[in-house]
């Protein structure tokens, strides 16, 4: 099929770049309201095309790309996510963050990262565009930010 799904894709405007957190730091979550039924942790207000539950095998690899207009939330259920990150374009060594169970990482677009999994991990990946296999591959673009060395990797054509 030769349809470009690319055009589904909105642009990134000023004004939506401004309502972003910061991508260097783990998000700051709003206050849970708990009460005798248990706890509500609100974690994302903002229109998105895609939700998403992954889970990661310890020793692991995901991601080792960059978006063009995508961004993604990715909150840890359990385990621990090593994300590694830098601007897209760079050449400096990426920052690497520890994300733990109960915190959640921002990703904008045009920022290399990767994630290493150093145990069994589940996370929900929150994202501004489709995930519809087609418009993901028109707006992700692979590059070799971490070695995959040592650990389980994939790439297009892997089973």
């Not at 994302?44 to 895609?50: H, I, Y």
């Not at 998403?52 to 692991?60: D, N, Q």
């Not at 994300?83 to 374009?89: D, E, F």
Request: aromatic residues 10%; glycine residues 6%.
């Amino acid at each position: 099929m030769s349809h470009d799904h690319y055009h589904d894709i909105e642009p990134v405007t000023e004004e939506e770049k401004l309502s972003w957190p910061p991508f260097d730091k783990v998000v700051k979550l709003e206050k849970s309201f708990t009460d005798a039924r248990g706890t509500i942790q609100p974690l994302v207000d903002r229109l998105m095309k895609s939700a998403v539950l992954i889970e990661s095998r310890k020793g692991s690899l995901r991601a080792n790309h960059y978006h063009k207009t995508d961004w993604h939330y990715c909150y840890v259920v359990s385990g621990s996510i090593e994300y590694w990150h830098r601007p897209t374009g760079s050449t400096e060594e990426p920052t690497r963050m520890i994300v733990k169970a109960g915190e959640m990482v921002f990703t904008p677009p045009m920022v290399d990262h990767g994630m290493i999994f150093p145990e069994d991990c589940t996370f929900l990946t929150l994202s501004r565009n489709s995930r519809d296999q087609a418009a993901y591959e028109a707006d992700v673009v692979r590059i070799d930010l971490l070695a995959t060395e040592g650990l389980t990797s994939w790439k297009p054509g892997d089973k």
